[in-house]
Nanobody, 126 residues
Framework: EVQLQAFGGGLVQAVGSLRLSCAAS????????VGWFRQAPGKDIEGVSC????????YYADSVKGRFTISSDNAKNTVYLQMNSLKPEDTAVYYC???????????????????WGQGTEVTVSS
C-alpha cells in the first residue's frame, strides 16, 4: 500500500520559514517523483513542487520559485520542502503526493498525482 505521510506544518509569521517532510512507503522510492500540492481556502489545488528521485529534475510553481527548495533523501525515503520568506498567500493545506514531471524544451509541468498523502496545514500570519 502506497503511503505518504506529511509532517511539519504550523503557524509562522510572514517572512519566516518552515520545513515540511514527506515520508514515503509502499513503493520503490527511487523509481518515482514525490512532491507537494496545496489548497488554500476557497481555491483549487495547486502544484507547488516536485522532485524526481530517479533523475533529479525538479518542478516549482512560479509563485514559490526562489523561496522554496525541494530535496530528497533516498536513504530515508523522505522528501523535504524548505519554505523561506513565507507570505500570507502561502497559507494552505499542503499535501504530499506522488507526482510526475513533464520536461519540455523550455518548461517543466506536472501531471496529476497518482497517489496522495494526508495534508498538513500551514498558516502564515501577516
Amino acid at each position: 500500500e502506497v503511503q505518504l505521510q506529511a509532517f511539519g506544518g504550523g503557524l509562522v509569521q510572514a517572512v519566516g520559514s518552515l520545513r515540511l517532510s514527506c515520508a514515503a512507503s509502499g513503493f520503490t522510492f527511487e523509481d518515482y517523483a514525490v512532491g507537494w500540492f496545496r489548497q488554500a481556502p476557497g481555491k483549487d489545488i495547486e502544484g507547488v513542487s516536485c522532485v524526481s528521485n530517479t533523475f533529479g529534475e525538479t518542478y516549482y510553481a512560479d509563485s514559490v520559485k526562489g523561496r522554496f527548495t525541494i530535496s530528497s533523501d533516498n536513504a530515508k525515503n523522505t522528501v523535504y520542502l524548505q519554505m523561506n520568506s513565507l507570505k500570507p498567500e502561502d497559507t494552505a493545506v499542503y499535501y504530499c503526493a506522488r507526482c510526475q514531471i513533464i520536461v519540455l524544451v523550455s518548461d517543466t509541468r506536472l501531471r496529476p498525482p497518482d497517489a496522495w498523502g494526508q495534508g498538513t496545514e500551514v498558516t502564515v500570519s501577516s
